[in-house]
């Protein structure tokens, strides 16, 4: 569980962790591998992905937070169950525009 301000960043390959991921508060910043096999994020705070190439979330992000993606290549989120209400943003080297196919309910967006 993430809680307090400020920022934890997470590092290396985590897929051996199965539980779900909390952000209670603050950022949480990462590579998507260091987030865990379960890919599941209940999130309050700020969810941030680190990726240098191309990368795909294909977990579940839920809760009242926002994402962020940042560094370089294409980034996809695919599936149905990511319904945070919070922001999606992005800034990416490549165009992006290229999040596709999740959903938000309510989803308000910010992609430069």
């Known amino acids: 569980m993430k809680s307090g ?16 991921v909390d952000v209670v508060a603050g950022e ?4 998507i591998a ?8 209940t ?7 680190v990726e240098s190439g191309d990368a795909v979330w294909d ?7 926002s994402l962020r993606v940042t560094g370089g290549g294409r980034f996809e989120i695919v ?6 209400s919070g922001n ?4 990416r080297m490549q165009t992006s525009r290229q ?3 999740f959903t938000c309910t309510p989803c308000r967006s910010n992609l430069r």
């Open 5 to 20: 301000s400020g920022v934890t960043r997470m590092t290396g390959d985590n897929t051996g962790f199965s539980g779900t």
């Open 59 to 65: 977990g579940a992000i839920t809760g009242s937070g």
């Open 88 to 91: 999606t943003l992005s800034r």
């Open 34 to 41: 260091s987030f865990g096999a379960n890919r599941v994020i």
């Open 28 to 31: 949480l910043r990462g590579p």
């Open 99 to 101: 999040i596709h196919a």
């Open 43 to 49: 999130n309050a705070g700020l969810v941030s992905f």
């Open 79 to 84: 599936g149905s169950n990511n319904t945070y």
